[in-house]
């Protein structure tokens, strides 16, 4: 992402960004679910989704990382050390997201990566949620000075 994006602008490809993972979420969700009900035995396509899923929400997080310390800084809503402590807590959760996607990744062993994946599948679109609530939203990054109501309340 460019530095010249407008705060409305970043937040718009960041949201864009959690659509494309959640379609990946639901595809993941879909051959966890063949291998547990017995139609799918190999978990190859689980197992190539997840590792297409792993790579886009590792750009993604690059992408918002980068962006997410700047973007809460401009909606001059929040303390730059309660904006570090959210930014550090964010990217600790990112560790922890990335170290489930991995520990799903089971090549030969179809059933415990199916049900390994539909727990990282539940955890990453709690995360997504939480973010759109939090700060991915026009209450929090506007292109206004002032947001008026960056807690959403």
């Known amino acids: 992402m460019t ?8 937040c718009a490809k960041l949201l864009a960004e959690h659509e494309c993972l959640r379609f ?3 595809a993941c969700e879909g051959e966890a679910s063949k291998i547990l009900d017995g139609r799918e035995t190999t978990g190859r396509q689980l197992l190539s989704t997840l590792l ?3 790579d ?4 993604h997080n690059r992408e918002e990382e980068s962006q997410l310390r700047p ?6 809503s ?3 050390v ?6 550090a807590d964010h990217m600790q959760e990112h ?8 520990d799903a990744v089971e090549p030969n062993l179809p059933d415990r990566s199916a049900r390994a994946a539909l727990e990282v599948v539940s955890r990453l679109r709690r995360h997504m949620d939480a973010e759109e609530a939090q700060f991915l939203n026009e209450r929090v990054l506007r292109d206004d000075l002032v947001s008026l109501d960056a807690f959403g309340g």
Not at 56 to 59: P, S
Not at 71 to 76: F, R
């Open 3 to 10: 530095a010249t994006l407008s705060d409305s602008e970043a």
């Open 24 to 26: 990946l979420l639901l």
């Open 52 to 54: 297409e899923l792993r």
């Open 56 to 59: 886009a929400f590792e750009d």
């Open 71 to 76: 973007l809460l800084l401009g909606a001059d």
């Open 78 to 80: 929040f303390g730059e």
């Open 82 to 87: 309660r904006i570090a402590g959210m930014v």
């Open 95 to 102: 560790a922890a997201l990335r170290e489930a996607l991995r």
